[in-house]
C-alpha cells in the first residue's frame, strides 16, 4: 500500500498494484486503443518516448527508486515542457524535504510507501511547504 502526497495532505493511493501500464509495454503497443492510460515512468529513459501519447495520458508517475537519486526531478521538468498537461506524480520513497522539490519540476503529488508515512507523518510534509523564512516570521 501507499499515501499519495498533495498540497492538501495525505490520501489513499487511487492507483492499483498493476493498473498503471510500465513504459515498455506502452512502446510495444500493448496499451488500449481507447481511454486514458496511467504509465510508470523509469528514471533512466528519455520523456520524448511519452509524446505520441501525450493526449491520451491521465497520469504519469516517475520513479524515484531511492531518495538521493535525483533524475526523476529532470523528468518530470523535460516531461512538462514536452507540453504535458496532466497529473504527474513522483512514485518512490521520497522525503518530506523533497516535497517542494518534486513541486518545483513539475510534479502534482508524491506518492510514498506507507511506511515512510508512518516514519515522516502528514505535518511534516505540510511543514515543508512554507519558506524558512516564513517560519520563522511566524
Do not use: C, K
Amino acid at each position: 500500500m501507499s499515501v499519495v502526497v498533495t498540497d492538501a495532505g495525505f490520501g489513499p493511493a487511487d492507483i492499483a498494484e498493476g493498473q498503471a501500464l510500465p513504459l515498455d509495454a506502452l512502446l510495444a503497443g500493448e496499451a488500449p486503443e481507447t481511454g486514458p492510460l496511467v504509465v510508470d515512468f523509469p528514471n533512466d529513459r528519455d520523456p520524448a518516448a511519452l509524446v505520441p501519447w501525450l493526449d491520451r495520458l491521465a497520469l504519469v508517475r516517475g520513479a524515484f527508486p531511492a531518495p538521493g537519486d535525483g533524475r526523476g526531478f529532470s523528468i518530470a521538468h523535460r516531461i512538462r515542457d514536452l507540453g504535458y498537461a496532466g497529473r504527474l506524480r513522483a512514485l518512490g520513497p521520497l522525503i518530506a524535504d523533497q516535497y517542494t522539490a518534486a513541486r518545483a519540476t513539475g510534479f502534482d503529488e508524491v506518492e510514498i510507501p506507507d511506511a515512510l508515512a508512518a516514519r515522516q507523518p502528514e505535518p511534516l510534509w505540510i511543514r515543508r511547504r512554507a519558506s524558512y523564512q516564513a517560519r520563522v516570521r511566524a
